[in-house]
Each structure stands twice: as structure tokens, then as C-alpha cells.
């Protein structure tokens, strides 16, 4: 990964250099990613800071250094001295571009020295920096007393060099420790000193570079709040287990469509050449992609947190206005309030149609981190508008650079569409009323096919061909479909205005369309996929990627290709799986639906139930395959 130049005006904060000691990895995320999220530990750490956060900050002038002669001193009248006492200011904002840091100081204690003479301003002759924590000291190994941490230890030593730097003198720190109520006293010795700049100077360079390894099986692990991002025994399994290709080489197949040297066709003409069902594609076997140990045999610690229980709040009423009051959100219509929600309680607004938004809520909504998305009436995704993001530009120019690379981008198209073909064929499985082995056979077929695609034109082929047998099968799965009590549709020919016709539909289902859905089921199938597409697109922001490009899909204005990409194994399993659940269910009746023109949608009260069965399907846990432990879909 590239490098980038830091200088000595970009100055460190001395928290940061706190997790820098602690794990260079958290540093990483925390300083250059800006990624953060609160647990038991930070949280309660917060809150043992308000007072000290509330301070001004203020501090006196340092004395002078000054030589005093001895006929000035002997000349001083008793009337002179002066009188001590101590003082303590809080939140001492420091920094120096000598070390190149800046810190926060919690607070410091300051022995003022009161001239007697009332026209001189009294100075600080002392300061001790005191840090409070909300853990305990360790012990040392030679008698048993309390000792500071390293991390401590180099936050404290960073606030006593900063304070003389500003020309003070401090010769020693203080650290209170509140879960044993004990202060730990820390004088800076010239070593420690060193230490710390060397740390300085071997953060910066961190920074300047690629992420870092997580820790190796660390105790520290588990405590850290970004663990959940930070994955340590997952990424380390996964590092030492595939040390081989993604996907098999595609060289030893000698199958019609899948030459090197034929010429490629387009998507289209590509998807007619796969006769997925012919003997021929036995000669494939039953390709998989290489897999990690056993999961009973990965070892890996239980570190994922569970998932926070926030909210999507989905706005499905025309002209609804939203607005702030404190830390709530409000939803008002024509004056009349509908709901009153915590911002804290959300992680995703969703708006269907026209909304007003108020300033102050979309400006506290970016700073939370919560995204907000656009949908038209007919649920069409328009957009999302969200915060900064990632700061860490380079995550970025990797993923471009593995884009723009077939030999790179290839294999992982391969698994994309390798695990959307066996999701296909595992719902067909588990759903229709009678599986065709013909399409259960053609599917497995194309799933080995995928892995062994030796150009991105044939890989198009082989998924096209494969979503035509398995929507040509779609209807097997529905219960609802060909009702005896069902209405012919309204005729929709061109001589006919159907708009805003509210007439009796059918589930029959033959194929699938699009651009505008012109049945119940496509209606259906295409709101799901625009909310799958925004998770995704979501999903793939929060983590530095750029969603609009792909390794499958390839760039194109407007579409976002990576969240494409991401999507496609999951199409079956939450945006198939809702639409059959909703039909099966009788969630959804042909009363639900509406025609405007020669799209089919939903009608506003129907969609609210549809959007329940979404974000319920999307909080659904499964066991991972590799790791063996329990997520969410939405986790996953």
C-alpha cells in the first residue's frame, strides 16, 4: 500500500498514542480510519470524565526563569514573600510541535505562588498532571504494589513533557486508578523519556503505512471495543489457512463456451450457449472453492459482540415532515405528530416519496454516523446521504487497483456468482412443492461452471443461464400462486388509463421484469432487491470501500457495482426468501397491490408489512460457515 508523508504540524493526539501502545492495529483504526465504537468499558469511561470535560482549561503563567542578585534579595522586605497554595484547573488543552503531539489534560494540580504585593499576578511554581482511569493499577513483580500500565505510562509522561515544554515545571504525575481508589504517583525518568519518542516516532510511521496485524490470541482482545471490526482469530485463521488459489484454474476444461480461444459474446448471447443441462458438464465435477479447517477445528475465540439492537426507521407517509427536539427524532403529518423516536435508537432512515427533512436533524444524523436513504413511491433507490466515512483514502486505491486487474478481479467474480448459484439451488431445494432434478442438476452444473470461468463475458453466460432456470421455477415456490378466487389483472393496453387502478391481481408468476415490475411478484421482488442493494451499499461505505466499484459487475454511471456484487449470494437468501415468506404467509393479498400506468407497486400500508418481514428476515441469525458461531444476516 502507498505511503503517505506526515509532518511535524500534524500533531498526535496523546490518547492515540495511548492505543498505539496498547495495539498499533486500534491505532490504525482509530487515527487513520477514524473508526470507533463504544462498549461496557468506554462507555462507563465517559462517563467518569464528565466533570473534568466541563473544565475551562485555564492555567497561570509559569515562573520566570530568572537569576535573582544577591543585593535584590537582600534588599526584599518581609512585606515580600509570598504565600503557596494549591490550585486545580481541568481540561488543559497542551500540545507541542517539538514532540509533534497535542493531549487533553483531565486535570492539573497547580502550586500557586501569591506575591504580597497585589499588583503582581500570582504564578505556578509546580503542576502535576492527574489522569483518572476507570480500571486498576497492576502490580509490580518486586513487592507487590500498584504500578501504572504502559499505556498509562506514556499518556502521563507525553502530559509531563508537554507541560515543560510550555515552561512549566513538573517533575512528577499522578494517575487515579477509581475501581481501587488509589493515586499512583509517576516520576519521568530520562529512559521512559526516550521510550516515548521512539513510540512517537514508530506511530507516525504506522500511520504512514499499511494496517498493521491484529494481535496474535492477546488477552487484550477481548475488552477492546473493535473487536467486532478488528476480527483478530478470524483474520489470522483465514491468513494461515488458504495459501491457495481463490478459485480453480479454468485451463483443463474443454467445454463448448468456455474455450480460451473462442471469441466472447455478450451477456445475452452468452446465456443461450450454456446448455447447463447436458452430460457434457459431468466432466466438471463438483468444483468448490478452497475452504479453511473444519470449523470445530478453527480454535477460534467467541470475540463478536452481539448485534447492537438499533432500529431502521422507514418513513412510508407522504409529505411527512421530520424534524429534531433534543435527542429525538419527530415525524409530523399536516401538524399532527406521528412518532417520536430516540436518535440514539436508529441506525439506517429510510424515505419513501417526498419528505421534508429538517437541517438540524440531517446535520445530527451525519455526525451519529446514521445514513439516510431515498426511495421513490415505487421503491426505486435513489441515494443515500450520510457522513465523512472513513477518512483512510487508500483503502480505496487497493480495491481500484484489484479492479482494474482481470487476474485480480476474476477470481473473486467467481465466488460471487458460485455462491449466488448454490443459494438459488439451496432455496429451490427447501421451497418448491416439487424440486425438477432437470434445474437442480443444470444449477449445480453452473455453480462448478462459475468457478472455472476463464473470462468475465462467460462468467455473465453461465449466470445468465443459470437465473433463467431458476425463475423459470420461481412459481413452484409460491403457494399463492393461480388462487381459484383471483380477478383477471386490469387490461393494461395502451388504449386503456389504468392509473392509480385498484383491482384484483394474481400470483402467478412466468418471469421475471422489470423497470417498471408489471405483475405482483416482480413488484415484489424488485422493492427487496432496492433494500438489499441499500444494505449493501451501506455495508461496503462503512468499511472504506468505494460501492460503485465492482470485481462482477462492471462500472457504469449511477450503478454501484461492489454493492452489487455483495448482494448476489445474499439475493436468494433474504430478498427471494422475503418475497416467498410474505406470499406463503398471506402477509400479502392481490388487494395490496396498485397499478400506476404499467408498473405494479404496493400499496403504503402493505409496504409497512413487507419492510417488518425485511428487517425481521435481515435479524435473523445463522451459524457462520467457517467459524461456527452465530450472526445476523445483517452481521454477516
Not at 164 to 173: A, F, H, L, M, S
Not at 271 to 287: M, Q
Not at 296 to 305: A, F, H, K, Q, Y
Not at 557 to 582: K, N, Q, W, Y
Amino acid at each position: 500500500m502507498s505511503s503517505r508523508e506526515t509532518t511535524a504540524a500534524d500533531l498526535l493526539p496523546a490518547r492515540i498514542l495511548n492505543e498505539f501502545v496498547y495495539c498499533p492495529r486500534l491505532f490504525y483504526y482509530e487515527h487513520v480510519e477514524g473508526l470507533f465504537l463504544h462498549n461496557a468499558d468506554t462507555l462507563r469511561g465517559a462517563d467518569s470524565h464528565r466533570r473534568v470535560d466541563h473544565g475551562t482549561g485555564a492555567m497561570p503563567a509559569a515562573r520566570k526563569k530568572q537569576q535573582v542578585s544577591a543585593s535584590d534579595a537582600r534588599s526584599a522586605s518581609p512585606a515580600e514573600e509570598t504565600e503557596s497554595e494549591t490550585i486545580h484547573s481541568r481540561s488543559v488543552m497542551l500540545g507541542s510541535e517539538t514532540l509533534g503531539v497535542v493531549a487533553k489534560l483531565d486535570l492539573v494540580e497547580i502550586t500557586l505562588e501569591s506575591p504580597a504585593d497585589a499588583d503582581r499576578a500570582p504564578v505556578a511554581t509546580e503542576v502535576r498532571p492527574v489522569e483518572y482511569k476507570s480500571g486498576a493499577p497492576r502490580n509490580t513483580l518486586d513487592d507487590g504494589g500498584p504500578a501504572l500500565w504502559d499505556t498509562d505510562r506514556m499518556q502521563l509522561g507525553i502530559q509531563i513533557m508537554l507541560l515543560r515544554e510550555n515552561g512549566y515545571i513538573c517533575n512528577e504525575g499522578i494517575v487515579y486508578y477509581r475501581a481501587t481508589r488509589q493515586r499512583v504517583r509517576y516520576t519521568l525518568l530520562q529512559e521512559d523519556e526516550s521510550w516515548i519518542r521512539q513510540t512517537i516516532t514508530a506511530a507516525r510511521t504506522c500511520a504512514a503505512g499499511s494496517i498493521p496485524e491484529p494481535l496474535d490470541h492477546s488477552p487484550k482482545c477481548p475488552r477492546c471495543s473493535l473487536v467486532p471490526i478488528c476480527l483478530p482469530d478470524e483474520t489470522h485463521f483465514l491468513r494461515r489457512s488458504v495459501d491457495e488459489e481463490v478459485t480453480p484454474q479454468p485451463q483443463q476444461l474443454s467445454i463448448p463456451g468456455m474455450l480460451p480461444e473462442e471469441p466472447q459474446p455478450d451477456k445475452d448471447e452468452s446465456s443461450d450457449r450454456f446448455a447447463l443441462d447436458d452430460p457434457i458438464w459431468h466432466t466438471l465435477g463438483d468444483l468448490r472453492p478452497p475452504r479453511p479447517a473444519a470449523p470445530g477445528e478453527s480454535g477460534i475465540r467467541r470475540l463478536i459482540t452481539p448485534d447492537i439492537d438499533t432500529k431502521a426507521l422507514y418513513i412510508n407517509t407522504p409529505g411527512a415532515s421530520l424534524s429534531r427536539k433534543g435527542e429525538t427524532l419527530i415525524v409530523k403529518e399536516k401538524g399532527t405528530t406521528l412518532a417520536e423516536i430516540r436518535i440514539k435508537d436508529l441506525h439506517h432512515l429510510a424515505i419513501f416519496g417526498p419528505a421534508s427533512l429538517s437541517t438540524a436533524l440531517v446535520q445530527t444524523l451525519c455526525e451519529r454516523g446514521v445514513p439516510i436513504s431515498f426511495f421513490s413511491m415505487g421503491g426505486w433507490y435513489h441515494g443515500q446521504a450520510r457522513g465523512h466515512g472513513l477518512t483512510n483514502v487508500f483503502t480505496r486505491i487497493e480495491q481500484f487497483r484489484h479492479a482494474a486487474d482481470p487476474e485480480q478481479a476474476l477470481p473473486l467474480a467467481r465466488l460471487f456468482v458460485y455462491g449466488k448459484i448454490r443459494n438459488q439451488r439451496t432455496l429451490l431445494m427447501r421451497n418448491h412443492i416439487e424440486p425438477p432434478p432437470v434445474t437442480l442438476r443444470a444449477l449445480k452444473h453452473a455453480a462448478s461452471a462459475a468457478l472455472a470461468a476463464n473470462s468475465h463475458a462467460t462468467l455473465l453466460g453461465i449466470e445468465g443461464a443459470a437465473a433463467a432456470y431458476y425463475f423459470r421455477n420461481f412459481s413452484g415456490m409460491l403457494k399463492g400462486a393461480s388462487d381459484d378466487d383471483s380477478l383477471p389483472m386490469p387490461d393494461v393496453s395502451p388504449e386503456h388509463d389504468n392509473r392509480g387502478i385498484q383491482g384484483r391481481f394474481t400470483f402467478d408468476f412466468t418471469r421475471r421484469n422489470r423497470r417498471p415490475p408489471r405483475d405482483p411478484v416482480n413488484a415484489l421482488l424488485s422493492l427487496a432487491y432496492s433494500l438489499l442493494a441499500r444494505d449493501c451499499t451501506i455495508a461496503a461505505t462503512a468499511v472504506g470501500f468505494d460501492p460503485y466499484v465492482g470485481f462482477f459487475h462492471q462500472p457504469r454511471f449511477g450503478r454501484p457495482a461492489l454493492a452489487l456484487d455483495i448482494m448476489e449470494e445474499f439475493r436468494p437468501l433474504i430478498a427471494d426468501s422475503v418475497v416467498i415468506t410474505t406470499i406463503n404467509n398471506r402477509m400479502l393479498t392481490p388487494d395490496d397491490f396498485v397499478r400506476a400506468g404499467q408498473a405494479v407497486n404496493l400499496s403504503i400500508p402493505a409496504r409497512k408489512r413487507f419492510l417488518q418481514a425485511y428487517e425481521k428476515r435481515m435479524s435473523d441469525t445463522i451459524t457462520h460457515p467457517v467459524f461456527d458461531y452465530k450472526v445476523s444476516y445483517r452481521r454477516a
